[in-house]
């Protein structure tokens, strides 16, 4: 029997997880950074666009507050489409300028508000934040450490508020995916800081 498609991809993201999710080290913030780059990238694999009006040229990847991220992700991207399409990062002081960007991560050291981001998009764009208040801030993934490790959780009607579809595998590695109004705490069924097992799959398998 074929495999499904999306179960292939959930073996590719834990792969990947395997790979790039080591535990922090003492000097660890450019390794972390490498880490968060590396899932960036994956996430590109795991979510879909809707189609646009002038098809793109290029997948550009926004970073706001996070010089390193930055820095890791080039290092990605000048080896590797995206969708097909050439891709590049675009390193912003500021949240001017997102008319052509598909993906946009507001690192820690922005200062600003990350829920007036979201708030002024009107276009479709993939939010990752790392911050505590991320999801509540309208971010679509929410990077966050479980057991010294980065890990992300995802919001789907904030994707769905800009017109994105997250893709189960995606969700099937998340620790935690908030649907409506409910968070589900998924980690392979496992309770996620000190929170009860989901009540519902977040995936059928």
């Given at each position: 029997m074929a495999?499904?498609?999306?179960?292939?991809?959930?073996?590719?993201?834990?792969?990947?997880v395997a790979v790039c999710a080591t535990p922090a080290q003492p000097q660890g913030r450019v390794d972390e950074a490498a880490?968060?780059?590396?899932?960036l990238y994956r996430f590109t694999g795991f979510v879909e666009w809707p189609p646009a009006d002038e098809p793109p040229e290029e997948f550009t990847v926004a970073v706001l507050g996070s010089v390193a991220v930055a820095t890791e992700l080039?290092?990605?991207?000048?080896?590797?489409?995206v969708h097909g399409l050439p891709s590049s990062v675009k390193r912003l002081r500021n949240p001017d300028g997102l008319s052509r960007v598909r993906m946009l991560f507001v690192g820690a050291g922005y200062?600003?508000?990350?829920?007036?981001?979201?708030?002024?998009?009107r276009h479709p764009v993939l939010v990752v934040s790392e911050s505590e208040r991320g999801l509540?801030?309208?971010?679509?993934?929410?990077?966050?450490?479980?057991?010294?490790?980065?890990?992300?959780?995802?919001?789907?009607?904030?994707?769905?508020?800009v017109r994105l579809k997250i893709g189960?595998?995606?969700?099937?590695?998340?620790?935690?995916?908030?649907?409506?109004?409910?968070?589900?705490?998924?980690n392979g069924g496992m309770p996620f800081a000190g929170m009860p097992p989901c009540a519902l799959p977040v995936a059928q398998r």
């Open positions: 495999t499904p498609a999306w179960r292939r991809l959930v073996v590719l993201l834990l792969l990947a880490v968060k780059a590396a899932f080039e290092k990605l991207l000048l080896r590797n489409k200062s600003g508000s990350l829920r007036e981001i979201t708030e002024s998009l509540d801030d309208g971010a679509a993934v929410n990077f966050l450490e479980a057991d010294r490790r980065v890990r992300f959780e995802v919001s789907l009607p904030a994707a769905a508020r189960a595998g995606m969700l099937a590695v998340a620790v935690r995916v908030r649907r409506a109004s409910v968070d589900l705490p998924c």
